[in-house]
């Protein structure tokens, strides 16, 4: 089958228009809804606050309540001591306070019920955030194919496949790069401002009382090592800093000590001394490899033991991870993987090896255990070469 390859690129041009066009309208939309999501976020403050000094109020007027209708009872009960007047001011009294403590009871159901509706609102506009932000992620990576090379996918029927592996792919690493906003905005930044906010009580606080003060500057401190720590283990997870100051073997050592703590699976490993010099964009491959291929196994193995093997050559390593778990029909599982949008893992490390010019084989049955056999060239000598002889 030919193309008319001018009237392809009108055709997908005038796609790329419309679809940016709903792209920007679908923007202004999510951005409405956040606007929307701090203003609830604001008033749910406001309103939780209102309800705490409410409830103070109410249990303040219950106790006077409760004296105002015993003083009354005292006076009614003895008219020796007290005369009509008295008794007159207690019973006034008393429907005064009484009227007071159910205007606030009243008040308090309402700001609570206030609340309950704030709440549910900004549970849905979070959820309306977020589909609204997976349908822009999904948007940009369509785009991205139509302003890349789409006519080379359109050459044979057997490409289809591989581009959609590839779209897989793309919303995989955006997914992952919204986590990480996510893990950044949640964990040390939301930290980070609340050090900044009890800088400002600090120093009121000093100025007043010097030993409560230290007790603040002693809170700040565990505010700012908590931020510390996260900021560490999410730099960790972008690339281990072990890999620089251990080397490969010694990080996977701590890796897998890791895993068999987190996971009770008895790991077996079994590592050649390093000899050649290995490129660290393939100590990073091996790394993120191991990482995704014992997340499979500790989430549908069942595996009670596995072994690591990396073993090293002039030009290229090997990898062989086995598991004595429930298996696997290999064929069907990355049948679906490629044709759903299921087990980004699994297709991050296969992605991971094509990009490498590496090799993965996976043996499994349902049963008796899976074996994954990766092999991998140790520097980009090796990788350009394997990409010109293609």
């Not at 008319?4 to 202004?28: A, T």
């Amino acid at each position: 089958m030919e193309f008319d390859v001018n009237v392809i690129n009108k055709i997908i041009k005038n796609i790329i228009i419309e679809i940016d066009s709903s792209r920007g309208q679908i923007l202004n939309i999510v951005d409405t809804i956040r606007n929307e999501h701090e203003s609830l976020k604001t008033q749910l403050a406001k309103v939780r606050k209102d309800i705490s000094r409410i409830i103070d109020e109410v249990d303040e007027f219950e106790k006077k309540d409760k004296e105002a209708r015993r003083r009354l009872v005292e006076v009614s009960a003895n008219f020796k001591k007290y005369n009509e007047n008295d008794i007159k001011d207690a019973y006034e009294n008393a429907e005064n306070i009484r009227l007071k403590f159910y205007t606030k009871k009243n008040e308090e159901i309402s700001l609570r019920e206030r609340r309950d509706s704030i709440e549910i609102a900004l549970r849905k506009t979070i959820g309306n955030i977020e589909s609204g932000e997976k349908i822009i992620n999904q948007i940009s990576i369509v785009m991205g194919y139509l302003e890349g090379d789409i006519l080379s996918a359109l050459e044979g029927a057997d490409k289809n496949s591989e581009m959609f592996i590839g779209i897989k792919i793309l919303e995989a690493q955006e997914n992952e790069r919204k986590r990480i906003a996510r893990d950044i905005h949640d964990g040390p930044a939301q930290h980070m401002a609340n050090v900044v906010m009890r800088v400002d009580i600090c120093r009121m606080v000093i100025e007043k009382d010097i030993k409560e003060g230290l007790k603040e500057l002693a809170e700040l401190k565990e505010s700012v090592k908590i931020a510390l720590k996260e900021v560490r283990s999410i730099i960790f997870d972008l690339r281990p800093m072990s890999l620089d100051d251990l080397g490969l073997n010694q990080t996977i050592q701590q890796t897998v000590n890791s895993i068999s703590k987190e996971t009770n699976i008895l790991i077996r490993l079994k590592i050649k001394p390093i000899e050649e010099e290995i490129e660290p964009i393939i100590q990073v491959a091996v790394y993120r490899i191991i990482q995704e291929i014992f997340n499979n196994i500790k989430k549908h193995a069942k595996a009670k033991q596995a072994e690591i093997r990396l073993d090293f050559g002039t030009k290229y390593l090997m990898l062989i991870i086995t598991d004595d778990g429930v298996g696997f029909n290999v064929e069907e599982t990355l049948k679906r993987v490629k044709t759903e949008s299921a087990s980004y893992g699994l297709i991050g490390i296969l992605d991971r090896v094509n990009q490498l010019q590496g090799e993965i084989q996976i043996k499994s049955s349902e049963g008796l255990g899976t074996t994954y056999t990766v092999r991998l060239p140790i520097n980009r000598e090796v990788i350009k070469n394997e990409k010109q002889g293609d």
